[in-house]
């Protein structure tokens, strides 16, 4: 369907808003119900009961009503308290930003950065905590989407752990798509959404608060209350005999309904390994074709999104145009510092299926050479991505 002169794209393989799930469209057509009705209030709990069983957590997880950057902000507002010294990591764009929300609440934010195609690691933010032991919160973006790059987490949890700090980690571009669990990497605040890997429309964050961040955010009189960025007001909202704070978003939890039916249903390795399998192949067939990635190395490559390195001359706008004009396939841009230097190809939820990398590939690699890029072999890619595909499923 076109709703204006120009055409829908036939494949979106962006790394969000992505694509739906047919299931995930129903779900959001599903009746309007009021939500003090008591059908909807049994319903909002069993949905906040099936975020809790994908989040393999033994507490009750928090829904917010508005895209993931909502739940970050309102992280760094709630659990950030007047004077705190915060240690943000950052291996790209979202880590960094976080950043300046975290200045706004705390007394001093430290960085640790790397270059944006390589990621932290534990021993180097143990060490950053020994340096300065009055640090009292850490902040990680686990999969820093415009740059396609995945940091350690359980070994970055560890040592913020063993380091007796707070851990806020934004696992919105990788839960669901890659093992990243708020317990397993000690989150006290692990915020997702459903937007990106569980294949719903950007409206809602999904987040997990370990105890210790619910005792420090409700003694905290600087957190917000009777605010939408409040966590707080939302931590009994899903129990049926609770009010809401404010309305919630009706649709967007019947589409998250849906999504997660469809997610525990295949069950969460099930939808690790296609990911997976999916990025392998578009990562072999990019190669293949005469790209060159993005991520320093392979082994911290991104499951969910496979950033390519704009070739040398090549305007990155007008290659994402030809992409799009030739093949009618949508992919990302970068971001920021990476933007013009990287397109991305986003393998997340309904788009991470193995023979989506066959389309990326050809469209990305049809396009530069169209562009006039030399060296190109469509074929190879096309065959080298078929290649780790077939050999997965023999
Ligand atoms: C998508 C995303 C968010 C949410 O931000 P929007 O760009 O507004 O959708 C936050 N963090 C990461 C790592 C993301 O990929």
Not at 16 to 36: H, I, K, M, N
Not at 189 to 206: A, E, M, Q, R
Request: charged share 20%; net charge negative.
């Amino acid at each position: 369907m076109s709703r204006t002169p120009i055409p829908d794209p036939i494949f979106t393989l962006t790394t969000g808003p992505v694509d739906a799930y047919p299931a995930v469209l129903r779900g959001l057509s599903r009746p309007v119900l009021y939500d003090y009705d008591p059908a909807f209030l049994a319903h909002y709990e069993a949905v906040n009961e099936k975020v809790r069983r994908a989040f393999r957590s033994a507490s009750q997880p928090v829904i917010l009503h508005g895209e993931p950057v909502l739940a970050l902000e309102a992280a760094a507002a709630s659990l950030i308290a007047k004077g705190d010294v915060v240690l943000n990591l950052v291996s790209g764009v979202y880590g960094k930003g976080f950043g300046y929300w975290a200045a706004r609440y705390a007394g001093e934010v430290l960085e640790l950065a790397v270059p944006y195609n390589e990621v932290l690691s534990g021993e180097a933010v143990a060490e950053a905590l020994r340096n300065r032991p009055d640090i009292a919160v850490v902040a990680l973006c686990h999969h820093d989407t415009p740059s396609g790059t995945v940091n350690p987490a359980n070994e970055i949890g560890a040592a913020v752990r063993a380091a007796g700090k707070l851990l806020i980690v934004d696992a919105v571009s990788s839960f669901g798509g890659m093992n990243v669990l708020p317990e397993a990497c000690e989150a006290d605040i692990f915020v997702t959404g459903p937007n990106k890997c569980l294949g719903c429309p950007p409206g809602l964050s999904l987040l997990h608060v370990s105890d210790a961040a619910w005792r420090k955010m409700e003694a905290n009189p600087d957190a917000p209350r009777a605010s939408m960025l409040s966590i707080v007001d939302w931590r009994r909202a899903h129990e049926a005999t609770q009010p809401f704070p404010f309305t919630p978003s009706v649709s967007e939890i019947n589409g998250l309904d849906a999504a997660l039916d469809l997610y525990l249903a295949e069950g969460d390795e099930a939808v690790w390994q296609r990911h997976a399998l999916t990025a392998a192949a578009c990562r072999a067939g990019i190669k293949a074709a005469g790209l060159s990635l993005w991520a320093a190395s392979e082994d911290i490559a991104s499951p969910t999104c496979t950033a390519v390195r704009v070739p040398e001359g090549v305007d990155e706008a007008k290659l994402r145009s030809a992409v799009r004009e030739r093949y009618g396939v949508v992919v990302s841009s970068g971001r920021g510092e990476t933007l013009g230097k990287l397109i991305r190809i986003g393998h997340m939820g309904p788009t991470a299926r193995p023979i989506y990398s066959l389309v990326a590939v050809a469209a990305v690699a049809g396009a530069c050479a169209a562009l006039g890029v030399k060296g190109i072999d469509v074929g190879a890619g096309v065959a080298a991505a078929m290649r780790v595909i077939d050999s997965a499923a023999a």
